[in-house]
């Protein structure tokens, strides 16, 4: 059956379009105080390395200010909804199975249509089963979405039985109650196992509280909290350092790097708490020079990691 949507009231779509505009001619300024606040933890010794392969997308090229508040040059960006595997020695996972096969039906149908405007894949996007099938990577041992919306999770759909690690928070948010946020997600949590943890370790890096996902510090799942109640972001430490998959906390690294807060439409529509946001990227900002933070849909981030190819970090185009 399908999840029953939730539609964003005029009230929220109006706010949208009204900070579209004024964020375009001043945008969210950097928070001074809150910054001088945030402590860096350092980052752990790692046990030992993992590989980061982001699957083959299709982009899409969307106007940068309606990416990036504020932000016109370059006049447009790649936007992409890419999956990554990370391989460790223990296990390998997929992180953000973002497409199904036919999306359309099965996840972008159950949107609200303010927002199936503003999210549509291209017709040849990559579905994540595909993605997976061209590289001839080894099967996975289970995903790990960095939030559960539907463009991070709809492609579990196409791995039936295939476990599921999700923060408690994050499941909570959108199990309870008739209505999923945004919609489109509980098809494809169904019937299949769900491993619920909690960041209950210690701050890493800049960020508040984490998880060591095999114990040997060389996966570290981190508190990303404000685009969803339970986003996190995933630190692995490979072979070129520390690379941050930081899902939706940021759309696009010209976010991280000037502190730019996603574009009114459809940011407002789409980050469930817009200061808590705010402050994730804060700290990703000043994260971002000893971790490589590679937003999920910023698809040169994700290009990048081919960017050495005597390296095992590859992202195929
Ligand atoms: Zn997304």
């Known amino acids: ?34 910054i001088r606040s945030v402590v860096d933890a350092g980052l752990p010794t790692p046990g030992t390395t993992v590989t980061v392969t982001a699957l083959p997308q299709v982009a899409r090229s969307v106007p940068t200010a309606a990416i990036v508040e504020g ?22 996972f997929i992180v953000d199975p973002a497409l199904c096969v036919d999306v359309e039906d099965r996840a972008i149908a159950q949107l609200p249509a303010v927002l199936r405007v503003a999210v549509h894949p ?7 089963v595909t993605g997976l099938t061209q590289l001839a990577l080894p099967p996975v041992d289970f995903a790990l979405p960095t939030h559960a919306h539907w463009d991070h999770i709809s492609g579990l759909l196409d791995f039936p039985g295939l476990p599921v690690h ?10 309870s109650g008739p209505i999923a946020p945004v919609g489109g997600v509980r098809d494809s949590m169904r019937d299949r196992p769900l491993i619920d943890y909690e960041l209950d370790g210690p701050p890493v890096s800049t960020f508040t509280r984490s998880r060591d996902l095999f114990g040997d510090n060389s996966v570290i799942l981190v508190d990303l909290r404000g685009h969803t109640p339970g986003s996190i972001g995933v630190l692995a430490h490979t072979r070129r350092g520390w690379i941050l998959i930081a899902g939706d906390a940021a759309w696009h690294e010209l976010q991280v790097e000037n502190v730019r807060q996603k574009s009114g439409y ?18 990703l900002h000043l994260a ?7 937003p999920t849909h910023d698809h040169q981030a994700a290009l990048r990691l081919a960017s050495r190819p005597d390296t095992p970090d590859r992202a195929a185009p």
């Open 122 to 128: 291209p017709a040849d996007a990559i579905p994540t």
């Open 71 to 92: 932000t016109f040059s370059p006049r447009r960006i790649d936007n992409a909804m890419t999956s990554f595997v990370v391989t460790h020695p223990q296990a390998s």
């Open 288 to 294: 971002r020079h000893v971790v490589r933070v590679i």
């Open 166 to 175: 999700l923060h408690r928070i994050e499941r909570e948010w959108v199990s």
């Open 266 to 283: 459809p940011g407002v529509l789409v980050d469930e708490d817009r200061d808590e946001t705010f402050k994730t990227l804060q700290r």
């Open 1 to 34: 059956m399908s999840d029953p949507v939730r539609s964003p009231g005029l009230r929220q779509c109006c706010s949208a379009a009204v900070g579209l505009i004024v964020g375009a001619l001043r945008p969210r300024r950097v928070d001074e105080r809150f």
